[in-house]
């Protein structure tokens, strides 16, 4: 331990009274130390060379470290001056012994970390002699005491307070009252009475000057300030938003002999003529001006951005809602379509919940799986169902016949169906038309008093050659060719959409023909007539040829690379051939030609799988599709089977975190292709298979679809996992969407897709949930009609961000060779001796040196440092 400090004289000179100098300048030069040891400083530096680190190598409890003279010779040599024992030095040299002490005054003791003890005397006594305790006097006097209050003394300022004081000088009066005590709770009776009446009946009490009593005022002086009174305080303005708001009613009806009285009534009659001149004037001035319109947005809005009222909406707003209790209980919608050509009507496919059947296991009942087609003439009922053989995850109309429409359940079968006999009844369920009464099976569920009509499906593929997952994806191939076998692209002849595409996560993807093979026909003519006997009469005959034996044309699958597990696609693109080369994919005249009425549409069941050797191959076509996986990879590959590359993989690129719920490519731009993952989205260009040229942020909340819009080539829309739509504008902002609409529906959104045809120059924007509900949204026009030159100035931007891409690659390929040739640079030097601790501190002193030289220089330079 260090030895307790000894009193300075000084201190004690100003204990004994103040405001005394000390006549003897000698006092005032007394060290505050013993004089046979010296208070020093030690840099990290030095107590790193020393092997004195505090807290380290010396502490509180062994505070005592003793150095070699040599050593601090040594030292004193090596860095002069910077030397922290340079002070000590002719007393080191002078030091009798070999080592000296050092001790670690962890205290302060003598205002210094560090004191060096220079004689051995000293040293010996600080060695031997056990610590030095304290007397219980020293720490009483140590102790610190709370001061105690000192008698108050009087200067005559409690005179002023009292006279400023306001005290009471009058006696309080004391009243007493009482009253009999058998009056005590007896009955209070009040009434009227007139003061004129009684000759008491008032009694005035006027002030009056009593000269017996006066106040005598006093005057007091006293200051004011005026403080202005501050008051924190907030308000809210209630904004009234647009809301969604939707209601549901019955009409009521008379029977015909009121409605024949009240028409025959002569009080009817005369209301009609009374007021016919007053509705011909109102209808007439109607026609003539709008006297609704706003004419200040008149002024800058054209009568296409606006609707009849003058009014411009600015946002997605809510149309419809389509939902059915019935049939969508306990169900989720798994896909869903617009019918290609008439109005206002949309299909949806239903599933059951896996949680609710779960839950109720024990009293599960099985029940049938639909396709639900709802009109926007009656939202809560559908206008036809569609029966399936399982749950069906993914459909889609045939672009050259919509009334045959194709289907994947979740057991891996492909289902067919042809509505060419209900195609009448949905004419007459759409806005405008008339509905016709058609001979047609009906389905009636529970307590359901309407009949809708039921279309069973006319074939389904074998189980066999099926998937062995659940479809969730499928597609036509384009009317404008066919593959072979060999998944070679040829003409089609036919000119009509007659192949199907499937994937599925059992690793596969199917292509199949609907037409009558050659080796199916002969299997089929000797069971001909047994077939014919077992098919219901209520079953289409379209595809007789396929049910319960269609198989696939041909299936590739995609392995993976030094893997024995392969992908598993979930949704796939490819590429809609056109004749002519133009670069847009947008709705040409072939969808014009498409949709014809008058075009005679053959029977499926005349038509044969031509022989691969009479077709014309299609050298233009291209064969190559973008695939998403479950586990978040976009697969880049070619459905053409290769002799020489029989895996078809071109390249597959880990972009999502999870799986892929939507790969579409543009309608506008051919090479463009979008894909959603759980929590971003990527937009892709054919081609570019180095990564994506635009990529959004990791979304908090998870994305569920996303789809094109098909008017506006830069906006396309999202659907998230808590019910809200994203609208996004590729030309204004690419990393985040520009509107967010929360809360569009309660559930999980589950798909999204925009209507192909318009309704009164309105487009429309169908939004489906977890909760089996169809919100039909309204697309303003400011999303609807594109900007002028948008398709040109959207390439140019794609052309960017492709460049864009490439120079970073570029980059990061120049960075990774540089830092390649550093290493192996690195490796080829002979290895380096590390630097002792001496020879880091020569080079430490010696930059030291060079930087006070330079600061010298630099003073002179200035003036602040006089220059001899």
Not at 284 to 312: C, P, S
Request: charged share 25%; net charge negative.
């Amino acid at each position: 331990m260090p030895p307790k400090r000894p009193k300075s004289a000084k201190s004690s000179a100003s204990s004994k009274g103040k405001g005394k100098k000390d006549e003897s300048p000698a006092q005032e030069e007394t060290p505050d130390h013993p004089d046979d040891i010296y208070p020093m400083v030690l840099t990290s530096a030095t107590q790193g060379l020393f092997g004195c680190r505090a807290d380290e190598d010396v502490t509180g409890d062994s505070p005592y470290k003793l150095l070699r003279i040599d050593d601090i010779v040594q030292d004193i040599k090596t860095r002069a001056a910077v030397s922290d024992f340079s002070p000590v030095k002719q007393t080191v040299l002078d030091y009798p012994e070999e080592e000296i002490l050092l001790v670690f005054d962890r205290d302060f003791t003598y205002g210094q970390s560090f004191y060096l003890v220079l004689t051995p005397e000293a040293k010996d006594r600080i060695l031997i002699q056990p610590p030095e305790t304290e007397s219980p006097e020293e720490i009483e006097n140590d102790i610190i005491k709370t001061p105690e209050p000192r008698l108050w003394i009087s200067h005559g300022s409690e005179q002023e307070i009292e006279k400023e004081s306001i005290k009471e000088t009058q006696e309080k009066l004391c009243l007493k009252f009482s009253r009999v005590r058998r009056r005590f709770g007896a009955l209070v009776c009040f009434s009227d009475r007139s003061s004129a009446d009684a000759k008491d009946g008032f009694l005035q009490c006027p002030s009056y000057k009593d000269s017996r009593f006066s106040i005598k005022q006093m005057q007091s002086d006293c200051g004011m300030q005026a403080v202005p009174r501050l008051q924190s305080s907030s308000t809210q303005t209630q904004w009234k938003v647009q809301r969604n708001i939707s209601t549901q009613y019955v009409p009521r009806e008379q029977n015909d002999e009121d409605r024949e009285r009240i028409l025959q009534s002569k009080s009817l009659k005369n209301f009609i003529n009374s007021v016919t001149h007053r509705v011909l004037h109102v209808l007439q001035q109607a026609e003539i001006t709008n006297v609704f319109i706003d004419d200040w947005k008149a002024l800058r809005l054209t009568a296409e951005e606006e609707d009849w009222y003058g009014h411009v909406p600015e946002g997605l707003m809510l149309f419809r809602s389509l939902s059915n209790q019935v049939y969508s209980k306990d169900k989720k919608i798994s896909s869903m379509n617009w019918h290609p050509t008439i109005h206002g009507v949309i299909a949806v496919a239903l599933t059951d919940i896996k949680a609710e059947q779960l839950n109720e296991s024990s009293t599960f009942t099985v029940r049938p799986s639909f396709i639900l087609f709802y009109s926007f003439t009656d939202p809560s009922s559908p206008q036809l169902l569609l029966e399936c053989p399982d749950a069906i995850f993914a459909f889609e109309f045939s672009p050259s016949d919509p009334n045959i429409i194709v289907g994947g359940s979740v057991n891996g079968q492909v289902v067919l169906w042809d509505i060419s006999a209900y195609v009448t009844h949905l004419h007459g369920a759409q806005p405008g038309g008339k509905m016709s009464s058609v001979n047609t099976d009906t389905f009636e569920l529970g307590d359901s008093k309407e009949k809708t009509p039921v279309v069973c499906y006319c074939a389904v593929s074998s189980t066999e050659s099926s998937h062995k997952a659940p479809i969730t994806d499928v597609q036509w191939l384009p009317p404008t060719f066919e593959v072979t076998r060999t998944g070679l692209a040829v003409e089609n002849k036919n000119n009509i959409s007659v192949q199907v595409v499937t994937c599925s996560p059992d690793g596969a993807i199917m292509f199949w023909d609907v037409r009558v093979s050659k080796l199916s026909s002969l299997t089929t003519s000797g069971k001909k007539l047994e077939k014919t006997q077992s098919t219901p009469t209520t079953v289409p005959l379209t595809f007789k040829h396929l049910d319960r034996t269609w198989k696939p044309l041909f299936r590739i699958s995609l392995p993976k690379i030094n893997t024995s597990r392969g992908y598993d696609p979930l949704k796939f693109s490819l590429e809609h051939y056109t004749c002519n080369d133009d670069n847009t994919g947008g709705t040409t005249d072939k969808d014009h030609e498409n949709d014809d009425s008058s075009e005679v549409i053959p029977d499926y069941r005349q038509l044969r799988v031509p022989s691969a050797k009479t077709l014309t191959a299609l050298e233009d076509v291209n064969t190559r599709l973008y695939v998403g996986t479950e586990d978040g990879e976009i697969v880049y590959t070619d459905w053409k089977q290769d002799k020489e590359d029989p895996g078809r993989l071109y390249c597959a690129m880990s972009f999502h975190h999870c799986f892929v719920n939507t790969v579409q490519r543009s309608p506008f731009f051919k090479d463009i292709i979008m894909t959603v993952g759980l929590q971003n989205l990527a937009i892709w260009k054919e081609g570019v298979t180095d990564g994506p040229i635009i990529q959004s942020q990791s979304s908090e909340t998870m994305y569920t679809v996303g789809c094109w819009s098909l008017s506006r080539p830069a906006v396309f829309f999202t659907g998230k996992e808590d019910g809200s739509v994203e609208v996004w504008n590729l030309l204004e902002k690419a990393s985040e969407p520009v509107q967010v609409y929360a809360h569009v529906t309660k559930a999980r959104i589950t798909s999204i897709k925009p209507s192909s045809t318009t309704i009164n120059k309105q487009h429309f924007l169908a939004v489906s949930d977890d909760l089996a509900e169809v919100h039909i949204l309204r697309i303003p026009k400011t999303l609807c009609n594109p900007s002028r030159k948008e398709i040109l100035n959207l390439r140019k931007f794609f052309e960017l961000e492709e460049q864009k891409l490439k120079d970073f690659l570029d980059v990061m390929e120049l960075w990774a060779k540089e830092k390649k040739e550093a290493d192996d640079l690195e490796k080829r030097r002979p290895d380096k001796r590390e630097k002792t601790l001496e020879e880091r501190d020569e080079d430490y002193m010696k930059k030291n040196k060079e930087y006070l030289l330079l600061e010298e220089n630099f003073q002179k330079r200035l003036g602040l440092l006089a220059s001899y």
